[in-house]
């Protein structure tokens, strides 16, 4: 390929899998975009990408470029940031991944206090699941990650924050609420109001629920843990989360919560960062912020 340049067109519309929304991005005009993917296909002698009308879609060899540019733009990038700093060591970078729950309750506090200490570092959050913020790590496109921690990897370390109980959420209005207690012959029949099913969470509600030979049949999946409040307030469906993201809610009596069934359904949450890389100084203040601010959400 001529330069880096056709493989961060290529990124764009791998990322976006639209040529319009990518001309967008990297400030081009659509057919400038459509010609760069030509041009690159044919120095690199396959299809990276096929296109059906308007639907664009990533073909074997697309999807193997499209993830291995990720780290070559994560060095890239890297070798920026040291020579500014190099230049200029009082600025620098985080990269941080972290779920939608973690960018509303722990950054926001974490990084006011972070700014007085470092005026001139530049943050940037990607948010994402749990199993996203792991890829994104090992790809080395974020620095720390804030996830539930995953099962045993040696790829990885990680600066525990806390442990959280996951409870059901009901509406006051529920049956359950006015009993004070769950009935377990009835918790496949509910409409369940659940985190994306790509998330570490769903995935441990999902095999709590098997054990108790109540498996998951009906749900709502959103995103977004503002909404998933609102529709069990409403009585469209009952919900599993931690105490801490629904305090308010509980506080004000618009959310009753209930145990679950069975065992207690815990999440070890974490900071990760890649292993055997020196975390900065910078670094590790951000940790121990995070550290302090989880301290007082337990």
């Avoid at 001139?120 to 749990?130: E, F, M, N, R, W």
């Avoid at 804030?146 to 996951?166: I, S």
């Avoid at 409870?167 to 509910?190: F, I, M, N, T, Y």
């Avoid at 009753?256 to 960062?273: F, Y």
Wanted: aromatic share 6%; hydrophobic share 45%.
């Amino acid at each position: 390929m001529e330069n880096v340049h056709q493989l961060r067109v290529f990124g764009a519309v791998a990322d976006t899998l639209s040529f319009t929304r990518a001309a967008e991005r990297v400030f081009l005009t659509q057919s400038a975009v459509s010609h760069q993917i030509a041009k690159l296909e044919r120095d690199m002698g396959c299809q990276l990408l096929t296109r059906e009308g308007r639907t664009v879609a990533l073909t074997a060899a697309g999807r193997v470029l499209a993830k291995q540019s990720e780290r070559i733009f994560a060095t890239i990038d890297s070798v920026i940031l040291a020579a500014q700093q190099a230049a200029k060591p009082g600025i620098g970078r985080i990269r941080i991944g972290a779920s939608s729950t973690a960018c509303q309750y722990i950054i926001p506090e974490a990084l006011r206090e972070f700014r007085e200490s470092f005026p001139h570092y530049s943050l940037a959050i990607t948010p994402g699941d749990s199993p996203m913020t792991f890829d994104h790590l090992i790809a080395g496109t974020i620095d720390l990650g804030l996830l539930v921690r995953p099962e045993r990897t040696r790829k990885l370390q990680f600066h525990r924050l806390f442990d959280d109980e996951l409870l059901l959420a009901v509406s006051p209005l529920h049956p359950w609420a006015k009993a004070g207690k769950v009935d377990r012959r009835e918790l496949s029949d509910q409409q369940m109001v659940l985190y994306s099913r790509n998330s570490a969470t769903f995935k441990l509600v999902e095999r709590h629920f098997a054990k108790l030979q109540a498996p998951l049949r009906n749900w709502i999946e959103l995103g977004d843990i503002g909404a998933m409040k609102e529709l069990v307030k409403l009585g469209l469906g009952i919900s599993v989360m931690a105490p801490w993201v629904a305090a308010p809610e509980v506080r004000d009596g618009s959310l009753v919560l209930l145990p679950l069934p069975g065992p207690k359904l815990k999440r070890p949450w974490c900071i990760a960062s890649t292993t055997g890389r020196a975390l900065s100084i910078a670094e590790q203040t951000f940790i121990g912020l995070c550290q302090a601010v989880a301290a007082r959400i337990q």
